[in-house]
């Protein structure tokens, strides 16, 4: 019996000892690739952990910009702030979304200023402000189910974007789902001069599981009344998230995102490979929780797993994901591991 279908084929030969495999190596993941999300309070000197995500806390602006300076030196390209909102600041309006003071407003133009070289990213979405938890505006119906409003929602978006621009965040990432928000966002960024502002959309977005950490992270998960469903993508559905995606480039996105990241690494492949456009995937924060809770509990190899769950977003097409991984990802490879 031939090992293969052709006499002497044995594919270990290019297994056998390292520099082989790394001769022949498809795909590398490389701190350029890295974007770093982190959370941020308000005060001075001051962090708090995140039950749900060991490792990760939510920093101060000081502690935030010494941190995102150290990213720097290890060559992370990009952070994307999130804010914990504290509660009498969450209005039904949101209209601490578009305060030029807000935490994200403060540490874009604190970050900006000390680490001129690394790229800004700030989501453009209202939850953190909704006294409802939402992303949209909502209208409570008697008896009925809220409804998300659409174009009211887009409207307080475009509001919201400006204020970011002005704080000075080089990408914009509108991660709320409602239609038409993108273009309202260009059309806004162009007429106000910031035209280089890049516009990173989350275009399929699902409605996931995977994001509770996360809502514990920014304090949404008390204020969320309901589900996303109506306005985040259907988790069966892969043709739709490809019209998601050709619409926001066509209303003017730079680059689009799959949301969640390993659970959906076939949309990603489908993405890159129909529209050829910068792909970037987030590693959500239910997927960085169950790496941690395994390798807490001793059943897997943190770094390992961490590493090698990089590799395969690269694999899948991606040019850059969003990881709470990426500064230590960017140590480790540095070390070369
Ligand atoms: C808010 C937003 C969410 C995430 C990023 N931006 C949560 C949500 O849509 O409910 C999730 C990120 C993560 O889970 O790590 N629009």
């Given at each position: 019996?031939?090992?293969?279908?052709?006499?002497?084929?044995?594919?270990?030969?290019?297994?056998?000892?390292?520099?082989?495999?790394?001769?022949?190596?498809?795909?590398?993941?490389?701190?350029?690739?890295?974007?770093?999300?982190?959370?941020?309070?308000?005060?001075?000197?001051?962090?708090?952990?995140?039950?749900?995500?060991?490792?990760?806390?939510?920093?101060?602006?000081?502690?935030?910009?010494?941190?995102?300076?150290?990213?720097?030196?290890?060559?992370?390209?990009?952070?994307?702030?999130?804010?914990?909102?504290?509660?009498?600041?969450?209005?039904?309006?949101?209209?601490?979304?578009?305060?030029?003071?807000?935490?994200?407003?403060?540490?874009?133009?604190?970050?900006?200023?000390?680490?001129?070289?690394?790229?800004?990213?700030?989501?453009?979405?209202?939850?953190?402000?909704?006294?409802?938890?939402?992303?949209?505006?909502?209208?409570?119906?008697?008896?009925?189910?809220?409804?998300?409003?659409?174009?009211?929602?887009?409207?307080?978006?475009?509001?919201?974007?400006?204020?970011?621009?002005?704080?000075?965040?080089?990408?914009?990432?509108?991660?709320?789902?409602?239609?038409?928000?993108?273009?309202?966002?260009?059309?806004?960024?162009?007429?106000?001069?910031?035209?280089?502002?890049?516009?990173?959309?989350?275009?399929?977005?699902?409605?996931?599981?995977?994001?509770?950490?996360?809502?514990?992270?920014?304090?949404?998960?008390?204020?969320?009344?309901?589900?996303?469903?109506?306005?985040?993508?259907?988790?069966?559905?892969?043709?739709?998230?490809?019209?998601?995606?050709?619409?926001?480039?066509?209303?003017?996105?730079?680059?689009?995102?799959v949301k969640p990241g390993l659970p959906y690494l076939?949309?990603?492949?489908?993405?890159?490979?129909?529209?050829?456009?910068?792909?970037?995937a987030y590693q959500v924060?239910?997927e960085?929780?169950?790496?941690?809770?395994?390798?807490?509990?001793?059943?897997?190899?943190?770094?390992?797993?961490?590493?090698?769950?990089?590799?395969?977003f690269?694999?899948?097409?991606?040019?850059?994901v969003?990881?709470?991984?990426?500064?230590?990802?960017?140590?480790?490879?540095?070390?070369?591991?």
């Amino acid at each position: 019996m031939p090992l293969a279908p052709f006499p002497h084929a044995r594919p270990r030969r290019l297994r056998a000892e390292d520099w082989r495999r790394r001769l022949v190596r498809e795909t590398n993941v490389t701190v350029d690739d890295l974007i770093w999300p982190i959370f941020l309070i308000e005060g001075v000197d001051r962090t708090e952990p995140i039950a749900a995500m060991p490792g990760v806390e939510r920093m101060t602006i000081d502690v935030a910009t010494a941190k995102v300076e150290m990213a720097a030196r290890y060559g992370v390209p990009c952070v994307a702030l999130f804010p914990y909102t504290e509660p009498n600041k969450k209005t039904r309006d949101c209209s601490e979304a578009w305060n030029p003071e807000n935490l994200v407003c403060r540490a874009a133009r604190a970050i900006k200023d000390a680490v001129p070289e690394i790229g800004v990213m700030q989501d453009v979405a209202l939850d953190p402000y909704n006294a409802l938890g939402h992303d949209g505006l909502v209208e409570e119906r008697a008896g009925k189910p809220a409804r998300i409003l659409n174009d009211e929602s887009v409207e307080a978006l475009v509001k919201q974007a400006l204020a970011q621009a002005e704080a000075g965040a080089d990408i914009l990432a509108p991660s709320d789902m409602m239609d038409g928000r993108v273009g309202a966002i260009r059309d806004a960024l162009e007429a106000d001069g910031h035209t280089d502002v890049i516009i990173l959309s989350y275009a399929a977005k699902y409605a996931s599981s995977f994001y509770g950490p996360f809502r514990e992270a920014v304090g949404a998960s008390g204020a969320l009344k309901g589900d996303k469903k109506t306005y985040q993508m259907d988790p069966s559905n892969t043709d739709e998230a490809l019209r998601e995606i050709e619409g926001d480039l066509l209303e003017g996105a730079d680059m689009v995102m799959v949301k969640p990241g390993l659970p959906y690494l076939d949309i990603c492949r489908r993405a890159k490979e129909q529209f050829a456009c910068p792909v970037s995937a987030y590693q959500v924060s239910g997927e960085y929780a169950m790496i941690e809770a395994a390798a807490q509990n001793g059943w897997l190899d943190r770094r390992a797993a961490a590493l090698e769950s990089l590799a395969a977003f690269k694999r899948a097409g991606c040019d850059a994901v969003l990881t709470y991984y990426a500064l230590e990802a960017a140590v480790w490879l540095r070390e070369g591991s």
